[in-house]
């Protein structure tokens, strides 16, 4: 059964950091590029990084910076370091591969108050 369960999300002040995981299952994880997303109230999903399979990575040019995206193929997990957070960074984040064809988990609520 194909899983994506992210975590790490929080509330924290303006200018302060997170780090997000996401853990999958069930997919063959190492040979795709990932990406996380995030969706603000009110506002469309939105791309905010890519990493491939060999780790080159790709990001949204409102995070450029701030934002790391990582991944550990061994332990099917990919994480994003989210530092100097702004308040415009609240969202619920998301993590899927590129192509957006997985089924989506939760999510991971991030709130950032200024």
């Known amino acids: 059964q194909v899983r994506l369960v992210e975590s790490g999300g929080g509330l924290v002040q303006a200018g302060g950091s997170l780090r997000l995981s996401c853990a999958a299952s069930?997919?063959?994880?190492?040979?795709?590029?990932m990406a996380w997303y995030r969706q603000a109230p009110g506002k469309l999903r939105e791309l905010v990084a890519t990493?491939?399979?060999?780790?080159?990575?790709n990001y949204a040019d409102s995070v450029k910076g701030r934002f790391t995206i990582s991944r550990d193929n061994a332990k099917k997990t990919m994480y994003l370091q989210i530092n100097s957070l702004k308040p415009e960074d609240t969202a619920v984040y998301y993590c899927?591969?590129?192509?957006?064809?997985?089924?989506w988990g939760q999510g991971t609520q991030v709130t950032v108050s200024s």
């Open positions: 990493i491939t399979s060999g780790g080159s990575t």
């Open positions: 069930g997919i063959s994880f190492s040979a795709y590029t």
């Open positions: 899927n591969r590129q192509t957006r064809e997985l089924p």
